[in-house]
């Protein structure tokens, strides 16, 4: 069972995130801000972290290297998300350090199989 921080303001997604990994056993805690990400990482340190890029407030760049500080990332995998075509995505991602992308919309079953290949069980 993995620890996973989500990063995603949208409600819909929010539920679906919590729904979907933690009825394949995972620990998930979705919420919606990054400074609430940063307050989630300071008392659990998850082993996967799915950032969603287009966030009120604090921008991406900043969650990623306030979680750095903390000792998150790169410890962690980290996952960007979002809306924006998949080229700009994937150029983003590799500015951020993000190991993995998951473009929106994304189906379940990618989701699942993402998690499931940066789970720590899924290398031991």
């Known amino acids: 069972m993995a620890k996973i921080l989500v990063i995603e303001d949208d409600d819909s ?42 966030l009120p407030g604090m921008k991406a ?12 990332l790169p410890d962690s995998p980290l996952v960007l998300s979002s809306a924006m075509a998949h080229s700009k995505l994937e150029s983003l991602a590799r500015n951020l350090g993000a ?7 994304f189906d379940i079953k ?3 199989a993402l998690v499931r290949s940066l789970s720590p069980k899924a290398t031991e």
Do not use: W
């Open 13 to 54: 997604l929010d539920s679906l995130y919590q729904r979907v990994l933690g009825s394949i056993g995972h620990y998930v805690t979705v919420v919606p801000t990054g400074r609430d990400a940063i307050a989630a990482a300071e008392t659990q340190k998850p082993d996967i972290v799915i950032l969603d890029f287009m």
């Open 61 to 72: 760049t900043e969650v990623v290297d306030r979680l750095t500080r903390l000792g998150v």
């Open 99 to 105: 190991n993995h992308i998951l473009p929106k919309p």
């Open 110 to 112: 990618s989701l699942v």
